[in-house]
């Protein structure tokens, strides 16, 4: 049974033993916090005081302490400790509850040069040589032995129940989303999710969507046809300028919602900063806004625990929109909407009147495979070998090019590669004149941004192993 640790005025419900550990005190937290029992402003006791109290590892109560920092829920500052966070209001509103626990999406950018290239670095796609056949075919089996008839006709246009359920568990527990199956909706793919919120954002009198300076035209794209204008959020050295949300600014100050990738943000590839977080999340409370969260690859980072979805800050102010496009594949078009109680009835609204829902008998086969476990250890082997694959691209690249500079490798399934000012096109055409599939960063840029760098965007997910050696070894050639 849970003991309750009273500590600093607040008791923080947790197992005191078990690989649960970190996760239940990260969890007390965004609790005591939530519900104000711990309120803004309030310093917190040190790691090494608390790990005492609570009588486990220092390392664990400082892991729960920074990856709440990189969340938004607290500050750490040297001199000053680490505070819970300032905010113009109480995270949810009283009976909202708490979350049950801890808890994608870019599509495939770009089809490959004309003549088929001989190896594809594209991002966008992960491996697909890997997907896991034998695991998927016995959890469809398994779940069409068991289906009901009526799972076979017409239903609920948010999706299968089943699916809806343990999607609100994984989500909880492996993104921090506050997820209940009510409010989920799924969808055939991120850009149907898209497409739905686009209809349901114009019916309700919004005409400006905040996007990111860098970012895909085909979201763009899409929300234009929806009758929506797209001003571009400023972007500096460190990541999207949400301070800039409502500032009346480049026309800024309509918007009625933001378009983001907080947690690796797509093509740069960094997290968006906590105070940015914030940010953002005050806005769309004082203005009534909403924030579209785009978590296509949460489940891939390989130097730290993930950054949670901006959502647990305010579930009723983020639609979370994830997807098995980059952690299974994007041919089983399988994405959901995680949406805030305003919202569900709408977006179910709009999705049965054009598409009533997607593949029953799909849904209850990733209902299957993510509750039995089979998901889980598929991301657990694809985050090992993604990783391995981008240390084999920093040692090339160094070896190599070493004055070519990595970043964005923290998590994903991309890296940038910084290239000299002006070079950007000259090494696109080498790289398609040695059959390599390549994109540059400023294929991402928006219309308005001014062009600022020149760089390659690498997806190292997208080869099969056998054509990874081929392909990291023309990289290696093309680059300056």
Known sequence: ???????????????PHGPGLREGLMNALRDAVRSGRLAAGTRLPSSRSLAVDLGVARNTVADAYAELVAEGWLTARQGSGTRVARRSEPRTAPGQGRPPGRAAAVRSVAAPPPGKPTYNLSPGTPDLASFPRSEWLKASRKALLAAPDEAFGYGDPRGRIELRTVLAEYLARARGVYARPERIVLCA??????????QVLRARGVRDVAVESYGLDVHW????????????????ERGTCTQEL??????????????????????TGGALQPDRRAAAVDWARSAGGLILEDD?????????????????????????????SKSLA??????????????????????????????????????????????????????????????????????????????????????????PEGSEESVLR????????????????????????????????????????????????VLP
């Open 330 to 419: 994007p041919g089983l078009r399988i994405a959901w909407m995680v949406l805030p109680e305003q919202l569900v009835d709408e977006v179910a609204a709009a999705k049965g009147g054009v598409d009533w829902m997607s593949s029953a008998p799909d849904q209850l086969t990733f209902a299957e495979f993510l509750g039995s476990g089979a998901y889980d250890r598929h991301v657990r082997a694809m985050r090992l070998r993604y990783r391995r694959r981008r240390d084999q691209l920093v040692a090339a690249v160094a070896a190599r090019s070493p004055e070519t500079r990595i970043s964005g490798i923290a998590a994903g399934l991309h890296a940038v590669l910084e290239l």
């Open 296 to 324: 296509y690859d949460g489940e891939f980072r390989y130097d730290r625990q993930p950054v949670g979805a901006l959502q647990g800050l305010d579930p009723e102010r983020v639609v979370y929109l994830g997807t098995a």
């Open 221 to 236: 794209d899409l929300l234009a046809r929806s009758g929506l204008r797209m001003p571009a959020l400023p972007f500096d």
């Open 246 to 267: 409502g500032s009346g600014s480049d026309g800024l100050g309509a918007v009625g919602a933001v378009l983001m990738t907080p947690a690796h943000q797509f093509p």
């Open 189 to 198: 793919g991120f850009v149907h999710g898209l497409m739905l919120m686009g």
């Open 1 to 15: 049974m849970a003991n309750e640790w009273a500590t600093f005025g607040a008791d923080l419900h947790l197992e």
């Open 430 to 477: 080498a790289a398609a004149f040695q059959g390599l599939a390549l994109l540059g960063v400023n294929r991402f840029r928006h219309p308005t941004v001014p062009r600022t760098r020149d760089a390659l965007v690498v997806g190292y997910g997208t080869p099969s192993d056998s054509a990874w050696a081929g392909a990291l070894e023309a990289l290696c050639r």
